[in-house]
């Protein structure tokens, strides 16, 4: 059983907008550092969303990758407030990869920069079985085209050989425009993916012109 269960908003699959190929996505839920523009203000709360086992989380991992995914993408949220309870999912996800025979990589978003997460050593746990971390605060005022990240202070880092086998090609890799998600589930309607400045408001316009009310949004107060 699993000592630390990790307090998460969504796990969703298949997501195609935050890494390489089809991925399992889980999102952590509370973040201390709450950027300004961030557009999921709703995983600030530390007491919000509910709890995951790594044991239920190996169960989804495990048809995850039956499935045919290439990763996992843990985002949130702030990932590294929840130290234990992610060492224990990445080692979940370690293991059952190994054990299908799969080329499954970890990617980690977090907030902080990887030597802050690197001289905590229960941070610098939790990232051990991470193949790699997109590091650095959302800065609005930095708006990049660089894939997967939202502003240009953010920093692809792989942290094993198959890090630096998927995350190569990537590392400066920009892009005419984002790769979004959008899914409707039980009336809410949820924006997975890195949107540019601007992008959001956008969207939430042809909503209404479409006849779609929107009654309330993450990204704003």
Known sequence: MSRVPA???????????LGPGRR???????????????????????????ELTADRFAELWRQALADGVDGLTVSGG??????????ELLAAADRERRSAG?????????????????????????????DAVITGR????????????????QRIVPLSALGERRYAPHLERRTDRPDLQVRVTDGELRIIGVPRPGDLGRIERELRERGVTVRETTWRP
Request: proline share 8%.
């Open 7 to 17: 307090r998460v908003s969504q796990v969703s699959a298949p997501v195609t907008a």
């Open 78 to 87: 702030e990932p590294l407030e929840q130290p234990a309870a992610l060492a």
């Open 138 to 153: 959302y800065l609005a005022g930095q708006p990049t085209d660089l894939v997967w990240r939202g502003s240009a202070n």
């Open 24 to 50: 399992l996505g889980v999102w952590f839920q509370g973040c201390a550092l709450a950027c300004p523009g961030c557009m999921s203000r709703h995983t600030w709360d530390p007491a919000g969303g509910r």
């Open 102 to 130: 799969v080329e499954a990589d970890l990617l980690v978003y977090t907030g902080w920069e990887l030597a802050d997460a690197t001289a905590d050593p229960a941070t610098a746990d939790a990232l051990a079985r991470a």
